[in-house]
């Protein structure tokens, strides 16, 4: 799993992890710090960043196979871009009203699309 990967696991999943993990997690996707930083800020090893780093994204991937939230989360966003140029382009046809009506939906989708 890559670091945008990770990353997306952890802002689903992260709150299920142990403390301990949910630090180890922070720093490395959040933070940006090496396995070595990590460690030396909370006095552990190199090797127990690793293997902690290891079993956290086990777990959050786990999470994502028996929940699914982040692929249902990019169908809707993948939905409410498809609409959202859909929209667009009935713009170019439409009247005053009816475009002010597109840009309100418009502005509707977008609004949702902050939500996540």
Do not use: P, W
């Not at 952890?10 to 630090?23: A, C, H, I, T, V």
């Not at 902690?52 to 991937?61: A, E, F, Y």
């Not at 989360?73 to 993948?78: I, L, M, R, Y």
């Not at 667009?88 to 977008?110: F, H, P, V, W, Y």
């Amino acid at each position: 799993m890559n670091i945008e990967e990770l990353t997306l696991h952890y802002d689903f999943y992260g709150k299920l992890l142990s403390e301990r993990q949910q630090e180890v997690v922070h720093m490395i996707c959040e933070e940006d710090f090496s396995l070595t930083e990590t460690g030396e800020n909370l006095n552990i090893t190199k090797q127990a960043v690793s293997e902690v780093l290891r079993r956290s994204t086990k777990k959050l991937q786990s999470f994502e196979e028996k929940l699914g939230m982040i692929q249902r989360f990019q169908k809707v966003v993948a939905q409410l871009k498809t609409i959202d140029r859909e929209l667009g382009t009935l713009e170019e046809d439409l009247n005053k009203s009816q475009d002010a009506e597109i840009q309100r939906m418009r502005q509707q989708i977008q609004n949702m699309m902050k939500q996540f």
